[in-house]
């Protein structure tokens, strides 16, 4: 077995029945041993490793890095892409991760306890057979989180977020974003507070799962569009658009 200290030696019985010709090895499922011959604590930061970059800088970099192990690309790959389907089929059946753990919402100058959401597009380029060009997707990235208060005098615990990324629908991610927020307590919020960049659909989409949310647009979005416009009214007068 490799395991975060390196190569541990294991003895265990092994059950092979001649007549339906299945096997089975009883202390492996005790342990949590997967079929890449990694314990669990191995698993976990080999495919964290895994989803921060490239297989083969996880493999060769990260993973010398972090803990001294040393294994395939290939091996990175297959333990990163059998850790997300593991984790896709908890998700499809609605299986809810964790304990459900009530946040201590952050105030705002009002005094009132407030919860945020925020949802995201991104385009992911796509490369046909034989590397032909092929159409693009979009993966939306969603997130419930307790936002940071400087009005807030507590000291509660940091990056209190839950995400929910991929290339969802959009009614199956409005389903797990709600999921994800009632887990940790959104409705007993005083203030609901959806962030956005004024992408197309979005607004709906928030407003549809999110009915009770107040949806701001995100502050460096919003002033893009007005730079946009102060060039457009003064394409070549750079003290009248630096002014605007």
Known sequence: MISLLGEV????????????????????????????????AATEIVTLAGTL??????????????TGLRLSESTVERTTEESGARLDKLLR???QLGAK???????????KTCAYVSLDATG????????????GRMAYVGLVYNARSEHDPRRLPPH??????????LDELGLEMRRQAAHVGW??????????????????????????????????????????????????????????
Request: charged share 25%; proline share 5%.
């Open 9 to 40: 030696r294991l003895r265990r019985a092994y059950y092979y029945c001649a007549r339906c010709h299945n096997s089975q090895v009883p202390w492996d499922l005790q342990l949590a041993v997967g079929r890449r011959d990694l314990t669990p």
């Open 53 to 66: 970059g490239p297989f083969g800088q996880a493999a060769e970099r990260v993973l010398v890095k972090m």
């Open 93 to 95: 059946a609605k299986t």
């Open 101 to 111: 753990r009530i946040w201590p919402w952050q105030r705002d100058a009002q005094g």
């Open 124 to 135: 992911v380029r796509q490369q046909g057979p034989r590397g032909a060009k092929a159409e």
């Open 160 to 169: 209190q977020v839950r995400y929910s990324a991929g290339f969802y629908e």
């Open 187 to 244: 409705d007993d919020a005083e203030q609901q507070i959806a962030l956005l960049d004024g992408g197309s659909g979005l607004e709906q989409f928030l407003h549809r799962n999110f009915p009770l949310a107040q949806c701001i647009l995100d502050f460096y979005h919003a002033s893009q569009h007005v730079a946009n416009l102060a060039r457009a009214l003064h394409p070549s007068d750079e003290e009248a658009f630096a002014k605007q």
